[in-house]
Nanobody, 114 residues
């Protein structure tokens, strides 16, 4: 069993920044990928960014150039640095860990509002 603990969401003005973090604990020997998804009200959950184990980051076109995903393998922690936030970035952000099975965090709310 894997547990994912997220932190870092909140309320920010347009153009602002937030940093999300997610730490995986439990029965992990190695994971295939970790990343972030988001779900806005009335919309489907969508991929924001992910990092395959030992690989290069994949970032959605909608956030490319504004969001950066990074990984601390020693801590099993994935980060999402979000800069230049826009109204349309408002959503619940979910951490995902694929370790053969998909594990999800509880979600953290990001609200971009003036």
């Amino acid at each position: 069993q894997v547990q994912l603990v997220e932190s870092g969401g909140g309320l920010v003005q347009p153009g602002g920044s937030l940093r999300l973090s997610c730490t995986a604990s439990g029965s992990i020997l190695r994971f295939n990928a970790m990343g972030w998804y988001r779900q806005a009200p009335g919309k489907q959950r969508e991929l924001v960014a992910l990092i395959p184990y030992g690989g290069s980051a994949n970032v959605a076109d909608s956030v490319k150039g504004r969001f950066t995903i990074s990984m601390d393998y020693a801590k099993n922690t994935v980060y999402l640095q979000m800069n230049g936030l826009k109204f349309e970035d408002t959503a619940v952000y979910y951490c995902n860990c694929n370790a053969g099975i998909n594990y999800w965090g509880q979600g953290t709310q990001v609200t971009v509002s003036s």
